[in-house]
């Protein structure tokens, strides 16, 4: 299985973005996907997810500003995000869970400039 994530770049704060992540594999056994980041000297942390069924989860930080979507027969999620601030500047991952393991995809790097 591959993730294929696009859709970084550079923007002033205030701006929006919106990355995207089509995976490989069999459909009906993806059930959750994902975006996590992670700044430099931090950890990994959880963006956003979103289940097959379209329930959607957020990270206090992003709540109102970020919006995970799911297209389920391209297999691909989609994270909208405006009103980006500083903070939000890291390297953004895509992860689908499937049934019996998950995968993660290579990174790509948002920059918000102030």
């Known amino acids: 299985v591959q993730l294929q994530a696009s859709g970084g770049g550079l923007v002033q704060a205030g701006g929006s973005l919106r990355l995207s992540c089509a995976a490989s594999g069999n459909r009906f056994r993806l059930n959750v996907m994902g975006w996590y980041r992670q700044a430099p000297g931090n950890q990994r942390e959880l963006v956003a997810t979103?289940?097959?069924?379209?329930?959607?989860s957020y990270a206090d930080s992003v709540k109102g500003r970020f919006t995970i979507s799911r297209d389920s027969a391209k297999n691909t999620v989609y994270l909208q995000m405006n009103s980006l601030k500083p903070d939000d500047t890291a390297v953004y991952f895509c992860?689908?869970?499937?049934?019996?393991?998950?995968?993660w995809g290579q990174g790509t790097q948002v920059t918000v400039s102030s």
């Open positions: 979103i289940t097959r069924d379209g329930s959607t």
């Open positions: 992860k689908a869970e499937y049934t019996l393991t998950s995968y």
